[in-house]
């Protein structure tokens, strides 16, 4: 592929305007169409001059060439929206989490195997400086044995977020706290740890019981399948602004903390014979106004979407990867 990736994104509210923000900056990139099922004139996106759709089957009807589609609709959609991208022969990318249950995750993964074309999952916080650097360690084995690891989520998310009219907060489309919120912290856990087993939770709905269909906040316990232990307490419950989201690793070489609102800042660096290096810095949180939401790194997704397609670079968060956190947190949710 010399030529320029032709995308289109479904959903164009915070999320999917960041996505065509980011194609029409990419000079590898062309923008081709924005779908959505709201009017035009309330998306707030006279800046594009593409042509606009009210939904992905009249796009594919269009006849528009197209490479890649980005879904960025309501989480109750992304399986179903990305299933019919692959079938129409396209690549997909799809925002988090890809499916809420693990056997449509399973389902797109199969046609998408069937019909040789590519699923990116949408798990940014992978790109931060922080992160990358904690990968880093863990797998040259500086830390040595991991003993205990903790995830923290603190968050704001009152009825400024989850407004009547919004998709957030409903069971079919939003999922839970885990899939919206919290499903890149899980992302990163499985990124560096791997898989979790005897799982053990308790979940609690302190002041959302007239905002959302479920659970605000919970306490999950486990072990990792590769030795340690590891727990994640989270709550959206938190007043008028985001409280914090922190990994605390425990290891025979020592301990790490990173904290700060979005997982963005080395709290703490004790390890035996290693001094810290100096991070670049994180990219600035998602800013929606009321609330805060996690890094804006989407400008690295679609690079590494032109990378994969014109077969410079291997996939960042391949499918599967995608797949394994729908999967966790199913078996989460399973101890309600």
């Known amino acids: 592929m010399s030529e320029k990736i032709k995308f289109a994104v ?115 916080n992978r790109y931060s400086p922080p992160s990358a650097w904690v990968k880093e360690m863990v797998e040259s084995g500086k830390l040595g044995n991991i003993y205990m690891v903790q995830l923290n989520c603190y968050w704001n998310r009152d009825n400024r977020y989850y407004k009547t009219e919004s998709w957030h907060g409903k069971k079919d489309l939003d999922g839970g706290t885990l899939f919206t919120q919290f499903s890149h912290f899980i992302d990163i856990m499985y990124w560096l740890f791997g898989d979790i087993t005897n799982i053990q939770a308790k979940f609690a709905d302190f002041n959302h019981a007239t905002l959302t269909d479920f659970e605000d906040s919970g306490f999950v316990s486990f072990d990792f399948v590769d030795g340690g232990m590891g727990s994640l307490n989270y709550s959206t419950s938190v007043w008028n602004q985001n409280l914090e989201s922190s990994m605390t690793i425990i290891a025979e070489n020592g301990s790490v903390k990173i ?78």
């Open 259 to 336: 904290g700060g609102q979005y997982m963005d800042k080395v709290e703490v660096c004790n390890i035996k014979d290693y001094v810290m290096p100096e991070l670049a810095p994180t990219n600035p949180g998602n800013d929606y106004g009321a609330y805060k939401g996690s890094a804006a790194n989407h400008h690295f997704i679609i690079e590494n979407v032109v990378d994969v397609l014109k077969g410079r670079n291997t996939i960042t968060t391949n499918a599967l990867e995608g797949l394994k956190v729908v999967d966790i947190i199913e078996r989460i949710y399973d101890k309600k």
């Open 10 to 124: 479904v959903g164009c509210g915070h999320i999917g305007k960041r996505h065509a923000e980011m194609i029409s900056r990419n000079e590898e990139c062309e923008l081709v169409g924005l779908i959505d099922v709201k009017d035009k004139s309330v998306l707030g996106i006279e800046s594009y001059d593409v042509p606009f759709f009210t939904s992905l089957d009249e796009f594919l009807a269009s006849g528009i060439e197209v490479d890649v589609i980005n879904i960025a609709s309501p989480n109750g959609f992304h399986f179903e929206q990305s299933y019919k991208v692959i079938d129409a022969d396209k690549h997909v990318v799809v925002e988090k989490p890809m499916a809420l249950k693990k056997q449509h995750a399973e389902k797109l993964i199969f046609q998408a195997l069937h019909k040789h074309k590519q699923v990116f999952a949408v798990m940014q």
